[in-house]
């Protein structure tokens, strides 16, 4: 466990080769279900570099009409696919929250595919942490503070590897600067994915708790 920033932990390897072999066949299922789709920007229509689908009770997606989590795929109408199990054990296990995660956000990445810094704050409430796993190859995750002019840093996030953003680090600035290839002396990339994935790519997760957690 590395913490790079309070409430920002770095988990390295903890899902291990066989944990991520699973998982990733959990994923080949799912994307079979709820088909990748590529999400615009709102108003202008630009479309997202990287494409993306969802499980869990609710997916975000984005398009002309904004930002917004839903319970149905944008494109076949159907719900969303339930979690793996592994997803939500690894909630369980890292991010000491009361409440289950709603929505797993499962984003696509190609060699040269990137996400800008951004906030993820269309949520109801941010007690609870978003927590991301990776698989396949190693992205350059760069993180800075709570105004997007804040400084920066970054670190790479291998296959298997854990990000817990929560506590004072919950409303950080963040993004992925680029997907590093083998020539560049990044870690093995990890299992094969499913082939929706463009060769040397990779798939991140990312559990967020949408609605208000309720307390006793």
Wanted: proline share 11%; charged share 20%; hydrophobic share 45%.
């Amino acid at each position: 466990m590395i913490e790079l920033a309070p409430g920002l932990i770095h988990h390295p390897g903890y899902l291990d080769a066989a944990a991520q072999a699973a998982l990733v066949a959990d994923l080949a299922a799912i994307l079979r279900e709820a088909p990748p789709f590529t999400p615009t920007m709102p108003r202008t229509g630009k479309p997202f570099s990287v494409r993306m689908s969802n499980c869990g009770p609710l997916g975000w997606v984005s398009d002309r009409a904004g930002y917004r989590y839903q319970v149905a795929h944008p494109e076949t109408g159907r719900p969303w696919p339930a979690m793996p199990a592994a997803v939500m054990r690894a909630w369980h296990d890292l991010a000491a929250c009361p409440a289950e995660p709603e929505a797993c956000l499962v984003n696509l990445y190609g060699p040269g595919t990137r996400m800008g810094l951004h906030q993820d704050r269309d949520e109801v409430e941010f007690d609870a942490p978003v927590l991301s796993l990776s698989l396949g190859a190693t992205a350059l995750f760069r993180y800075g503070g709570l105004e997007r002019n804040a400084p920066t840093r970054s670190v790479r996030l291998a296959s298997g590897d854990a990000l817990v953003i929560g506590g004072p680090s919950r409303l950080i600035f963040h993004g992925v600067d680029r997907i590093l290839s083998p020539d560049l002396l990044a870690p093995a990339a990890g299992p094969a994915l499913p082939a929706a994935v463009p060769a040397g790519g990779r798939l991140n997760l990312t559990l967020r708790r949408v609605s208000a957690i309720r307390r006793a």
